[in-house]
Structure formats: C-alpha cells, structure tokens
C-alpha cells in the first residue's frame, strides 16, 4: 500500500482482522458455522470540498500478496544499485581522462 506509513502515523489507516462468516449455524438442519479470517486495512476518507468524514474504504489483503510485493520492490533495489555501480564506475573512468 503507498504511502502506508505516513498514514498510519496521521491515524488515516488502521490494520484489523476480522472474522467472515461463509455459512451460518444451523443447529436444526446439524449445519456447522463455516468461517475465515481476513486481514484488512482500513483508511479513513474525507469529502476534498467539505473536509467531511465519508465512509471507510475497507482493502482486503493477503499476507503473500504483501510478502511478494516485499520481494518485487528488493529486487528493484538491487537491479537500481547495480546500475548505480556501473554509473559511478564510468563517471570514474570519464573523470580519469
């Protein structure tokens, strides 16, 4: 999520759990309540013209979806330092001259 830790510190986004229920009990029929857990991100929303509070927009999110996200932007940082390297090398070699 963008700019999840600015948020988070101005109290715009909160993270919660929260347990969905896929199919009530039933106890004449013998039917067992069928659930899961999701985890969520919450981020508080305002009218940009009044400034008034709106309703919540509620992201339901995966932890692997997260922890891959995680691993996409490290191997952008890794490829970025590397061209970074060749740059400063070649500025070094030009500087040489």
């Known amino acids: 999520m963008h700019n999840y830790k600015a948020l988070k510190s101005?109290?715009?986004v909160s993270v919660q759990k929260v347990k969905v229920v896929d199919q009530a009990a039933d106890e004449d029929a013998g039917i067992k309540e069928r659930s899961h857990e999701e985890l969520q991100v919450v981020c508080k929303c305002?009218?940009?013209?009044?400034?008034?509070?709106k309703d919540d927009s509620v992201r339901t999110y995966r932890l692997s979806e997260v922890e891959r996200e995680i691993a996409s932007c490290?191997?952008?940082v890794t490829?970025?330092?590397?061209?970074q390297a060749d740059l400063e090398e070649l500025e070094k070699d030009l500087k040489a001259l």
């Open 74 to 76: 490290k191997s952008e």
């Open 46 to 53: 305002y009218d940009a013209q009044t400034g008034e509070a």
């Open 10 to 12: 101005a109290s715009k």
């Open 79 to 83: 490829e970025i330092q590397a061209k």
